[in-house]
């Protein structure tokens, strides 16, 4: 932050992904200071202008470019692969992406991918000799940017609203993830040998499916409500940051200017792709067993539909 602020050849700088915390006074090492939150730009919003919105991200076409331009060109056995192998090659790897690192939302521009994390698996493609070869459970791109540390002091009375907001969001992205494999333009290119241009260009276009919202409407509603309309709160005082336990409630605002929750529509919040739902889920197991409340955010879940660990 201090070469931020003392640098000649730094007239203007994007901060991404970062706490909206802010030291206050004649010490402060970060002045003149504008923030924009991910849904500023959503129609129906407070904050309907968004002039970032265009201006930092991986499109889908961005990453079909630079899927192309590796395999293509780059990749070592390319030469003993069929045609046919490397069009389904990269077929499977843009499904990948857009199931492990797409998800993102800025204003009005949907499937927004991690660039950090594209360009870290193109990277490991060197290594890769074929598609059995791809691990994405194991690639933590995200979390090896960060710590969790920070918001996992939980106040004990807040437990169960943390459980109960973690549930919502694991369940409804397990419901999302089940309906890009089987239904939607998506899971449709899958049956075929390869992916064009124009194939891409229509799965960019699509929106992000809309569910009725009849899993704990309650609390999906009391979750966008605290993401996003809260959102124009600060935190002027960043000495009790990562020393005194939060509420709940604090800890899902947090995520979502960390970007761990992210707007999927203008009063509907949720996970963007699988590789941060796996580091939610470890960051709940983690908090779950320092407060010693379950684990299993799908409990619940389980038993309104009659099914009970014992039959698991």
Known sequence: MLDLKISLRKPKGILVGVFDVRCVGLGSGLNNVESYMA?????GTRLTENPFQLAFRFTIHDVWGLINDYVDNRWPYRVTTTRLELGRFKRDLLVGCIQYFDGYRIGQVHHVFN???ILSLICELGSIKSLADVDYSSYTFWTDTGSMKVVEMIKASSAQDLRRYCEYLSSSFLRQSEYRQHQGLLAEHMLLDFIDDAAVGSIGNQEQPQFSPDIDKETGEELADICMIRSGDRFHDMQ???REPFQASTVMHLLYQAGYIV???KDRVGIPNSEVHMALEQ?????ATQLKISTNLLESIHEQMGIYKCDL
């Open 39 to 43: 849904h500023s730009g959503f129609a």
């Open 115 to 117: 660039p950090y994390a």
């Open 283 to 287: 960051f709940y197991e983690r908090v």
């Open 240 to 242: 009790s940051l990562g």
């Open 263 to 265: 707007p999927i529509a």
